[in-house]
């Protein structure tokens, strides 16, 4: 085992990995440790949608740039085969369903927001957004925002492709290796302990998410993150193409759903529980999912839904993650409480905490989720929290 | 074709994962079955794992040398199987 890093990185999800990417292109030795295998935390079971329309300037930013990697993801793994073998990132878009004039005039702000960052986003009418999904009920749609730059990616796909180019730079990665113990001397992070053995390592990045707090009881500091527990479904396959981009409404439910490459579809509503450590499903969920996706798209009564599972949103107050530079110690950073975003935001979070870590520094807008924002009382406006 | 045999054995139906998919794994140290299913999508499928979960199983106590009783299983979850939503809204009346 490795037993000198310049950085150890506790979790081994979509944020951790990355970060792993970027700090070992710039020559850092990273070491990865996941407490039980890559991606089984929250990454696998993701909703897979990845979007640039948020409301707010930072994460539109972020998403921007993360879309820009995103498209050109294989490139960076360098995949030795055909690219459309590597890692698909289907741009199909992201359609949100508007009701409402209140919903209209909401969104037509954040259109504009978007449009200052480039995002080719717009507000349509219902019979163009019946035009991108044929089999949308659009009785009661009073208008659509839509970007056709958003899209959805395999979290699976991702997170292989991911393990493989890290190993393949020189970087090392433990599964089924728990974190115990920073390791502190001076106030100043000098590595940590596993269930292996300890490894020494100049900084410590907390990448653990709904855990995070885990390893912060040490020191004493506790970042305001819960576990809530949100649920997915999948159907059987049918004809891929029907429904191509991510839906939404927020009218029912919260709902979000779009067809995966084999045909089946993938989506959720809102419902939540917690805070809580179950993720157990529940027929409450497989029931309003049916209801509300019924609503949307009629057609969908006839399709079977074979799978159903549950997953953490790992919730801050205000649903913008907490990232940065731990100040109680030295050296030990945190990208944590993603809120159900950090798969979509995790190549320009990743790419923001490397340069934090090896430069002190990003152009990225990572001091709107400064980990200390709530203690002095400053909650960001909510992010949109969807798919 | 290739002239491997294993390629030719589909142990899942529902995602078409052969015998060689899934020892090719675990020889590359991947033995445990919720992460074959996660890189194979094998027990994703209509059958849920009914048919191909236990062959899994097999696979891998045999290829590591582990009794098939210690082999740890995928949670089991709702719907047992598929569901049309039609039905889960009570819309029953095809």
């Keep these: 085992m490795m037993n000198k890093a310049d950085v150890a990185i506790v979790g081994g999800g979509i944020i951790g990995l990355f970060t792993a990417f970027w700090l070992a292109q710039r020559g850092e030795r990273v070491v990865v440790l996941e407490k039980n295998y890559p991606g089984s935390g929250s990454t696998f079971r993701c909703g897979t949608g990845i979007r640039q329309q948020f409301g707010d300037d930072a994460n539109i930013q972020m998403m921007v740039r993360s879309v820009e990697i995103w498209k050109d993801f294989c490139k960076y793994m360098e995949y030795p085969g055909p690219a459309s073998e590597c890692f698909t990132f289907a741009q199909t878009g992201y359609l949100f369903l508007l009701y409402s004039e209140s919903e209209i005039s909401e969104f037509s702000k954040n259109v504009s927001l978007q449009h200052k960052y480039g995002v080719p986003s717009s507000i349509i009418s219902p019979e163009e957004a019946r035009e991108i999904v044929p089999t949308l009920d659009i009785s009661e749609v009073m208008a659509a925002a839509w970007n056709p730059t958003d899209g959805k990616a395999s979290p ?182 993603f809120s159900g975003h950090g798969f979509m935001l995790a190549p320009a979070v990743a790419e923001a905490m490397a340069d934090l870590m090896t430069k002190g520094s990003t152009t990225l807008p990572l001091d709107f989720y400064d980990p200390y924002r709530f203690q002095r009382g400053e909650l960001r406006e909510q992010a949109i929290q969807m798919g | 074709m290739s002239d491997n045999p294993k390629e030719h054995i589909i142990i899942c139906r529902c995602n078409g994962v052969t015998l060689k998919d899934i020892e090719d794994l675990i020889d590359e140290g991947i033995t445990n079955i919720e992460e074959i299913k996660r890189q194979t999508h094998i027990g994703m499928g209509p059958c849920q794992g009914r048919t191909c979960i236990p062959m899994v199983a097999s696979i891998i106590a045999r290829k590591t040398g582990q009794r098939i009783e210690d082999i740890k299983i995928p949670a089991t979850r709702i719907p047992v199987r598929p569901v049309s939503m039609g039905i889960l809204v009570g819309d029953n009346d095809e």
């Design chain 1, 156 to 337: 699976f796909l991702a997170i292989r492709a991911l393990v493989d180019r890290v190993r393949d730079m020189g970087g090392e990665i433990y599964v089924n290796t728990p974190v115990t113990e920073l390791l502190i001397e001076k106030n100043t992070v000098t590595g940590v302990k596993t269930s292996r053995g300890e490894i020494k390592a100049d900084m410590v990045l907390n990448a653990t998410n709904a855990w995070a707090n885990a390893l912060n009881e040490q020191i004493g500091v506790r970042f305001p993150i819960e576990p809530y527990k949100h649920q997915a479904i999948v159907t059987e396959p049918f004809k891929a193409g029907e429904i191509k981009p991510m839906v939404i409404s927020f009218k029912h439910g919260g709902a979000y759903l779009t067809q995966k490459a084999n045909g089946g579809v993938i989506g959720g509503i809102a419902l939540k529980y917690g805070p809580t450590w179950d993720i157990s499903p529940t027929y409450e969920f497989l029931r309003e999912v049916s209801r509300n996706f019924t609503r949307i798209i009629p057609a969908l009564k006839y399709i079977s839904i074979i799978r159903q599972w549950g997953g953490y949103y790992a919730e801050t107050p205000d649903h913008n993650a907490i990232l940065g530079k731990v100040k109680e110690v030295d050296g030990y950073y945190i990208a944590a409480g």
